[in-house]
């Protein structure tokens, strides 16, 4: 609460100075409260104007690929910039380990979590004849496959992460493939102490501070990019669909909303800061992956507004974009709870072992889930056929809610990486950090 | 068969022409083409003039969906028509009938039916063989439902009038071959047909869904449909064999008498009727005494999966494969062609048999039995009617074995299975079971179950107090959520000073 009341008073004064050299359009468009009209107005779009907000939907994902453009660049930048920092100043070990327990831990926390409230608010018990008539007819219009190709989601996964060429990664933005490059490439420049490798850093962060630049610009029409991006999404659900699972839906929008809150208590306990502070600095980056429906989309953004918490430059550039594409707690939550749900829609009752496998394959499941719900529903497959439930179920299940569960996936894993940064990066007397310095920010 | 229509349109107009009223001319071009208004389906213009369906479709080069435009010309009068004798012979009727200057849409039904009446009645009266069905099915095609709507649509005056005028009409088309047509060059079958002006159709008297149906909740108004003194029968079968008597310039009768398919065959080889068309599956020991003609529909043998048996027995896609073990338990239904296609496909499995078909899918829903055997027609229409089991159960295929279903004719009528035949692929008869589940079962059942609307009354009822507590929780969680944004927002300014 500290943190608050110094904000406070100060805000008045501060006002002014930046906004005396920015054009009063800029002014409006960066103004929170257009962002929150223009999410609204973009849902009661797609609701009530299917057929325009269908149009809006090629501008929206324009708008996303615009913003997309510069953030592969700057992950991987700030990876190699991050990592290899970390090495040459030592401070490398202590951050890893932290960083590996605090993943586990972490996603152990969302999969007991949506095991939890699977066993507890039961949303596959009694789930009524239309409902069932529904997931029947997708079912039966998904038609068929038995859904038990074993082998390739593993598979899949490995070759995803192992590139074959560093440069088709790139070129494909395969994020795991670019990740797992940046980490060889960073390491190796962290070990190596020549100066010509100095000089390949300082280019890396000029190239990660050019994009970060060119991202800034193109915030500014966040606005209309977040009108057209949840007007389309809206005009794409299926009432129905929503409908008939509306129990797993908003189970898991519950669950996900407990996740949160048990981000900003960890964050606020690790870091001292008050939670409006917490909440300033990951609003924004949350808000803009719910409504792009991408986790990776915000990651600079949150980078640049992560730096409100005073974490170290490396942490933010290295753990922040790690933790996003590989610590997906909401991930193992959705697919905890989905065993659960089938469990109780084929009428099973699970016993302890089960429930602690479902506790443990989901987590790491979880964790291997990349990219948007209709590319991850296969990793499901681990889950649930070792306890004999198909998996072709609960794929039909995600293709048709994906739309709605996919914001609210990606913002907890935006959410839970700023939170594993924060408690990363905490302040500590020993070490006094430099705010994290992006002139670009606002 | 256009020659005689032509031959007779003729003889008619020189009658008209004796009338002397040439008045109407102008009405000629109105009463060969129609103006496609606002919410106007081929089918309702055909009800509205003495064409079906098909033959405003052909006069107009019209395609299978037979879509109108709006504003679309479409002629209504065969193309032949053109002797002016006929529209002034026309004209001539119209005066005598009080009623149709009415409405104009109705005059052309009224004009043309007219002379056929008075030439008619009496013979009507005197061939009372088959009054009911003659009555609801002469308009050789499409819809039975017509007269009815018709007789509504016009003014009370006429409404006795289109009863008994639309039955003779094509009985008027019988009579001239006896009066002189030369059918001497017709094979003995066809000619046997021709002469006795109808095309005479056996069926199986009970019901198979999609194929011959009652309709008696009218879901299916525009769809060909049959009188047969039970109620209004519509289905695939039904549309098919209007189009064969149709093609054959004659009208349909439908015997829906036969106890049993095989009867139905055995009947048809005794030469009661012309064919069987009545979902039939082209057997051999049936195709010993009938001649089958091409399949319309060829369906593939299906296997319905229990969902978790499967996943528990193990990962197998093939069905064959699945089924055929000595721990598995497959369902068929007792006397049916099924049963030697289970002793075959899957030796090693366990068969049970079930009374009918219901029974053998409970038994695979409930996990009973690992899966059951049977048509992919049967299955699918089963799913369709209830797509909750969906969630329990999936359908394979065994993509091997092909059954046809097509119509049986007797072997003394070689020339007609060649006209059927040449039929088939000429008019798209050939089709496929999807579909006609679609086109049957529509999903509508199954869009009525999972309406939003049902949807909403389950969630509402069915353990509602957690759920509105969710809701709650949720929605209170994202609006605070949302206000604590929008405050840490305005902290923003703030923080970047304090940076500096």
Redesign the interface.
Known sequence: MSASSVAVPSQPAAKPAPSKKKHPIIRILSNPWILAISLILGGLTGHYYKDFAVSLIFPGELYLSMFQMSVIPIISTSIIVGLARMLRSGSASHYLGGMIGLFVITVLVGSSLGLVLGLVLEPGHNLGKASEAFIGQALLEENSSSGLDQNSGLQDLFSQLVPANVFEAYSSGKVLGIIFASVLLGAAMGMSRSEVGERFLEVTEGMKEAFGKILGWVVYGLPIGVFFLIAGQVSRLGVEAVLALSKLVLVFYFGCLLLWLFYALIMRAATGFSFSRIFAAVGRPVFVSFSAASAVASVPLAQKSMSALRPPVEVVNFVLPLSVAMNRHSYALLFALTAVFLAQLFGKTLDLYQALFILLTAALVGSASAGRLAVAAPMITYVLVPLDIPASVAMTIFLTIGTILDPMIQSSVVFGSCANTAILGKPSPSNPNEPYNDEDVT | MKKLIVALLFFVGILGSVWGNAQTVENQDSDDYYTVGSGDTLSKIAERYPATLQQIADWNQLEAPYVVKLGQRLRVTPPERDASGQAEDQAADTEEEPDPPAETKTVPEATTRSPATEASTDREAQETSMPVSEDSSAPPAEEQSAPEQDTDSIEKPSTPQPLPIKAPQPKQETPPPGNGEDLSYYPPDIREIKERGKLIVLQYQGTRGGFFMYDDEMNFPDFPSYHDGKGRVIGYDIETAYKIADRLGVELELRRTAPNFTQACKMVARGEGDMVLSKLVNTLDRAQYVNFATPYVVVRLGVL?N??E???LG???NPVKLCNRPDAKVAIQTGTAFIPFAKEYFPKAQLVEYPDLDATIKAVEKGEALAMLNDEWNIGSA?RM???????V???FIPEVKIGLGPAISPEKPNLLNFVNLMMERDHIQTTSTFLLDRYFD?GT?AQ????M??????ST??SV??LA??M??VI??SL??V????????????????Q
């Open positions: 999966i969902r978790l499967e996943t528990r990962a197998e896609e799913l209830n797509p909750e089991i969906g969630v329990r999936r359908l394979a999903k199954a179950v999972s309406s939003s049902a949807l909403l009354a389950e969630s069915t353990s957690d759920n969710l809701v929780i949720i969680g994202l959520l949302i604590w944004f929008l405050m840490a927002f305005k902290l923003k300014p703030a923080k970047v000073e304090e940076k």
